[in-house]
């Protein structure tokens, strides 16, 4: 018998203690690489603008120095600049100098186009972003007077576009190294998830072994934190498996104290019964007696299948099981024939401790057999569950709607006391199973008992 749990979905992931610790993993990693490519990303911005401007500074005020004024205001460079990107065409670094309304010097890169002269309009420095040869520019300038009080305006400039294509190569070349980080961050919390949550894993896994039946205890060895919740959960198994073998104890024990007297008080019955004076309570007494033995054994059977049901590590093969019930019911009615199909192979197994498992399926193929003209065919299907078929003349839709009642018979003539069925619907639903009847479909006759796990949609 194999149950498939549900995909959890977002709530159920959040139920999960590892899927938690991922969750933080991932967060903490996205926050923390995060704010480190934020605040790099504007220190380096910040960095490198600074550096731009300082050196812009710097060379508008060694332009002024090296520009040498002649007679007529003739304005010539002395030495070029100490940056040569200055000398390369179009290289983005370029100067001017001219006199007010007078002569103009360019640098050897502007090759075409001109520097805006009104930027530099007074002695101290000033910049602005303007238009230069090669697009927007950083653009530093001032004003000298020449001897004769004629304006010279110094102004240089560098592209915009340099100081961007830095911060984006910069920007660029971070990104991947702190995805790889990332990637190195959260690969290590997996591995510390997985390696950290394995204990939890195998406690799992013997939890699983215990439910199936294949131990009878958690075993394994666990960290100091786990093991205390292991002992404990062991000696709470050990106690209560103690306390459902006192309990079958008890019950039959209870079973032997009721039944003897019983017998004494349906035999001195049976003894008035054949006084004439005495026959009529003697009857009644009789009644009474077989009502009493009746819910005796309905309630033992409830008691011993309440006690065992949901302990920890009742298992019971099929194959194992139903082979003494087979041969049984092959001697008990001998004019009957006894099929077993297995479609789950001899491993088919039933969460259900042996002894109520044994009792269940006796009572529902014993039945059959009183009902059966002359073959009860037992089919175990492929997911488990169990089917008892009969051929005898099956039920009304009434009678099958109170057939789990205790006491209900429907033919007085055959024996029995009205309880199999009751029995093993109460074993059924003490375990979570689902027992139900059903005719055979026509044109058969017949009746179908079937045994199964219980599914989401069943009452």
Not at 313 to 341: E, N, T
Not at 439 to 449: I, Y
Request: no cysteine; glycine share 8%.
């Amino acid at each position: 018998m194999t149950h498939h749990a549900p995909l959890p979905g977002p709530r159920g992931l959040l139920n999960s203690l590892r899927a938690r610790v991922l969750l933080a993993v991932l967060v903490w990693v996205g926050l923390g690489i995060g704010g480190i490519w934020f605040s790099a990303t504007r220190v380096f911005t910040k960095h490198i603008e600074e550096q731009y401007h300082e050196e812009l500074d710097v060379h508008v005020r060694e332009l002024a120095g090296l520009v040498k004024i002649g007679p007529g205001e003739h304005i010539e460079l002395t030495r070029p600049l100490s940056d040569p990107r200055y000398l390369v065409p179009l290289s983005g670094f370029y100067w001017q100098v001219s006199v007010d309304r007078g002569m103009i010097l360019r640098s050897a890169s502007m090759t075409r186009g001109a520097l805006d002269e009104d930027v530099a309009h007074g002695p101290v420095i000033v910049h602005r972003l303007d238009n230069g040869p090669t697009g927007p520019a950083i653009t530093y300038g001032l004003i000298r007077k020449s001897p004769s009080g004629r304006d010279i305006h110094f102004v240089i400039a560098t592209d915009q576009r340099l100081l961007d294509e830095t911060i984006a190569r910069f920007t660029r070349e971070l990104t991947l190294w702190l995805l790889a980080l990332a990637v190195a961050l959260v690969a290590t919390g997996v591995f510390i998830v997985v390696f950290g949550f394995r204990p939890l894993d195998r406690l799992a896994q013997a939890t699983s072994r215990l439910r199936a039946g294949t131990t009878a205890r958690l075993d394994g060895h666990y960290p100091v934190e786990i093991a205390p919740l292991v002992d404990d959960l062991n000696a709470y198994i050990a106690h209560n498996t103690a306390i459902v073998d006192r309990a079958r104890v008890q019950a039959g024990n209870l079973a032997h104290a009721l039944r003897t007297p019983l017998a004494v008080i349906t035999d001195e019955a049976e003894r008035l019964a054949q006084d004439r004076g005495t026959s009529a309570p003697a009857a009644v007494l009789l009644e009474q007696t077989r009502l009493m033995a009746q819910q005796i054994e309905y309630q033992l059977a409830r008691a011993r299948s309440a006690a065992g049901s949901g302990a920890p590590g009742a298992i019971s093969r099929l194959s194992d099981v139903l082979a003494p019930i087979l041969s049984a019911m092959r001697r008990l009615h001998p004019d009957k024939r006894f099929d077993l199909v297995n479609h789950a192979g001899p491993e088919a197994a039933w969460p259900v401790d042996p002894v109520d498992l044994s009792e269940l399926l006796s009572n529902l193929i014993d039945n059959a057999g009183k009902w059966s003209e002359s073959r009860v065919q037992l089919v175990i299907g492929e997911d488990g569950s169990v089917r008892v078929i009969d051929d005898g003349p099956g039920l009304a839709v009434g009678d099958i709607a109170r057939a789990f009642e205790i006491g209900s018979r429907f033919d007085p003539g055959k024996p029995g006391s009205g309880l199999g069925l009751a029995i093993a619907h109460d074993i059924a639903t003490a375990y979570g199973l689902s027992l139900t009847l059903e005719n055979r479909p026509s044109p058969a006759h017949g009746l179908v008992v079937q045994l199964r796990a219980r599914g989401p949609t069943d009452p």
